[in-house]
C-alpha cells in the first residue's frame, strides 16, 4: 500500500470549492493532481469500473501495448509527484540508460550509438504505471474517482457563457441521470471526447482539427524472459526504413521480470493476431535479433490489438469563444501515432501548465485561463506533432496537407536517421529532442547539420 503523502498547499491562492475531471487515464490523473492544490474537492469521472482489470479497460483499448513514458515528460511527472520513479524502480521498472547498450535501437538501415551523457528512461506496462499514480493521488482526502458513470453534457449557466458542472448517468446503477455541479470541469476522456459536441449543443463552435493519415496496427504479448537469456539490452526496438519498409517491433523489459513485445505495421500492413502469423511478421522486420529472442520466449498471454487510423489535433487555440471553467487536456486535444510514445509526456506537460496558471490566480479569471492554456497547450503539442508526423511523412501514401518544406524535411530527417548509427553527437541531439529535453530546432543547429551530412554516409560501427 502506498504511504499517503500530502500535496504541497502553499500555492498563495484562495482554493475553490470543487473540481471534476472526466477520465482517470493518465491524463485526467494527472491533471486531477493539480487540481489537489487548488480545489477543496477534486472527483474524476470515469466510465469504466474500478473491478475491471486497469490493462483491459474498454477506455484504454491501447493499454497492453509497449508505452513510454519520455525523459521530459517523466521530470514533468516526478514534480508533481516527488519520488514517484524511485518507487516504481523498486517495484519492478526498469531502468534503460540510452548512453549504454540498455538500448538496441535498429532504424532507418543502422544500429543508433548511445547518447554521450545518460538519458535514462524507466520501462513498465502503463497499468502498473497508471496504478501507482492512481494510488497516490488517492492516498488524498480531497480526491475521489466515481467508476462507472457516462457523462451525457455540461450544464451552463442561464447566458452559456460558463459551464457549472455537467449531467451523468451511473451505468451500473439504473439509467438515472444526475446532475454535478462544480467550478471547474477538466475534460480528459481522450481521443473519443465528445467536447466539440458539447460546445456545438452550448452555442459555440466546434474546433478545427488537423489529422494526418498513418493507418497503423498493432499486436502485442507479454513474455517470460527466458532463463538462459542474457541479452545486454533492456529495450530492442527495430523500427522502419522508409519509405521502402513498413513493419516495427519492440521488446521492452517490465516489471515482474517479462518482456512486452509489440509489432506494429504502417499503412494497413497490420501484424497478425494467431501464433504463426505473428512470429512471422517478427521475422519480416528490417533486423532478425528481435525475432530471434521472440521464438524462444514464452508467451504469457494472448495476442492483442489495437488499431490506430490517424494522428488527431483539435485546434482548440483558434477558438474565439469558449466556456469558462472548463478546459480539455491529453488526447481530447491531441492524440499522437503510439509508436512514437509522446502522448503520456505531452499530458504531464500540460499538467504542469495548468499548474502554474492555477498558481498565478487565473481560476479567478477563468475566461483568461481557456485561452492563455490552450495556447500553451498548442505551443507543447507542436513539437511532438512535428517530430511524429514528419516520420510519417517519409511515407508518400500517409493521408494528409503536408506543411511546406515537407520534401526538404524527408531529405534530411532520412540523413539524420542514417548518421545516428555513425556520429555519436548527432545521435545524442535525436535522443534529446524525441525526449522533448531540446527543441526539434536543436537537430538543425549548423555543427548538427554539417555532421548529418557527412555522417549519413558513414557505416555503422556500433554492433
Known amino acids: 500500500m502506498t504511504e499517503a503523502k500530502s500535496f504541497p498547499r502553499s500555492t498563495g491562492v484562495q482554493r475553490r470549492e470543487s473540481a471534476i475531471v472526466i477520465g482517470a487515464s493518465m491524463a485526467g490523473l494527472l491533471a486531477a493532481r493539480v487540481l489537489a492544490d487548488f480545489y477543496e474537492r477534486v472527483t474524476i469521472i470515469e466510465r469504466d469500473p474500478l473491478e475491471q482489470s486497469w490493462d483491459m479497460r474498454k477506455g484504454v483499448p491501447q493499454g497492453r501495448h509497449v508505452h513510454v513514458v519520455l525523459v521530459g515528460g517523466a521530470n514533468a511527472i516526478q514534480s508533481l509527484f516527488p519520488g514517484l520513479f524511485a518507487e516504481l524502480e523498486k517495484k519492478g521498472a526498469v531502468v534503460a540508460d540510452f548512453s549504454t547498450k540498455d538500448?538496441?535501437?535498429?532504424?532507418?538501415?543502422?544500429?543508433?550509438?548511445?547518447?554521450?551523457?545518460?538519458?535514462?528512461?524507466?520501462?513498465?506496462?502503463?497499468?502498473?504505471?497508471?496504478?501507482?499514480?492512481?494510488?497516490?493521488?488517492?492516498?488524498?482526502?480531497?480526491?475521489?474517482?466515481?467508476?462507472?458513470?457516462?457523462?451525457?453534457?455540461?450544464?451552463?449557466?442561464?447566458?452559456?457563457?460558463?459551464?457549472?458542472?455537467?449531467?451523468?448517468?451511473?451505468?451500473?446503477?439504473?439509467?438515472?441521470?444526475?446532475?454535478?455541479?462544480?467550478?471547474?470541469?477538466?475534460?480528459?476522456?481522450?481521443?473519443?471526447?465528445?467536447?466539440?459536441?458539447?460546445?456545438?449543443?452550448?452555442?459555440?463552435?466546434?474546433?478545427?482539427?488537423?489529422?494526418?493519415?498513418?493507418?497503423?496496427?498493432?499486436?502485442?504479448?507479454?513474455?517470460?524472459?527466458?532463463?538462459?537469456?542474457?541479452?545486454?539490452?533492456?529495450?530492442?526496438?527495430?523500427?522502419?526504413?522508409?519509405?521502402?519498409?513498413?513493419?516495427?517491433?519492440?521488446?521492452?523489459?517490465?516489471?515482474?521480470?517479462?518482456?512486452?513485445?509489440?509489432?506494429?505495421?504502417?499503412?494497413?500492413?497490420?501484424?497478425?493476431?494467431?501464433?504463426?502469423?505473428?512470429?512471422?511478421?517478427?521475422?519480416?522486420?528490417?533486423?532478425?535479433?528481435?525475432?530471434e529472442w521472440v521464438r524462444r520466449a514464452t508467451p504469457l498471454t494472448p495476442i492483442v490489438t489495437h488499431r490506430f487510423p490517424t494522428h488527431l489535433w483539435r485546434r482548440y487555440e483558434q477558438l474565439s469563444r469558449f466556456p469558462e471553467q472548463f478546459l480539455v487536456v491529453g488526447d481530447a486535444i491531441c492524440s499522437f501515432n503510439p509508436i512514437y510514445g509522446q502522448g503520456m509526456s505531452v499530458s504531464a506537460l500540460e499538467a504542469q501548465a495548468l499548474q502554474e496558471y492555477l498558481s498565478q490566480g487565473a481560476e479567478g479569471n477563468t475566461r483568461s485561463l481557456w485561452g492563455r492554456f490552450f495556447e500553451t497547450a498548442a505551443k507543447i503539442v507542436k513539437n511532438p506533432w512535428m517530430l511524429g508526423t514528419g516520420a510519417d511523412f517519409l511515407y508518400p501514401q500517409t493521408e494528409g496537407e503536408r506543411p511546406l518544406g515537407t520534401t526538404f524535411l524527408n531529405w534530411y530527417t532520412a540523413r539524420m536517421y542514417r548518421a545516428c548509427g555513425s556520429d555519436p553527437l548527432v545521435a545524442t541531439r535525436f535522443y534529446e529532442v524525441m525526449h522533448l529535453l531540446k527543441e526539434p530546432t536543436a537537430i538543425f543547429d549548423p555543427g548538427v547539420f554539417i555532421r548529418v551530412l557527412a555522417g549519413s554516409a558513414k557505416p555503422s560501427p556500433w554492433k
Open 103 to 291: 538500448v538496441f535501437w535498429f532504424h532507418h538501415g543502422v544500429q543508433k550509438l548511445p547518447a554521450n551523457y545518460p538519458i535514462a528512461m524507466h520501462c513498465m506496462t502503463r497499468a502498473f504505471l497508471e496504478q501507482q499514480v492512481r494510488e497516490r493521488l488517492l492516498a488524498q482526502s480531497n480526491v475521489v474517482i466515481q467508476p462507472s458513470w457516462v457523462v451525457h453534457s455540461l450544464l451552463s449557466d442561464a447566458k452559456q457563457t460558463r459551464v457549472t458542472g455537467l449531467r451523468a448517468e451511473r451505468i451500473d446503477k439504473g439509467k438515472t441521470v444526475e446532475t454535478l455541479e462544480a467550478d471547474l470541469v477538466v475534460d480528459a476522456s481522450g481521443r473519443g471526447s465528445q467536447t466539440p459536441l458539447w460546445l456545438e449543443g452550448l452555442g459555440y463552435e466546434k474546433p478545427a482539427e488537423t489529422s494526418v493519415g498513418i493507418h497503423i496496427g498493432y499486436a502485442s504479448r507479454l513474455f517470460a524472459i527466458p532463463r538462459t537469456a542474457r541479452p545486454e539490452w533492456k529495450i530492442l526496438g527495430v523500427y522502419t526504413q522508409a519509405p521502402t519498409s513498413r513493419k516495427y517491433g519492440v521488446i521492452q523489459s517490465v516489471e515482474g521480470h517479462r518482456w512486452l513485445v509489440t509489432l506494429a505495421g504502417n499503412l494497413r500492413d497490420y501484424p497478425p493476431a494467431d501464433e504463426a502469423g505473428f512470429l512471422e511478421f517478427a521475422r519480416q522486420l528490417d533486423h532478425p535479433e528481435l525475432y
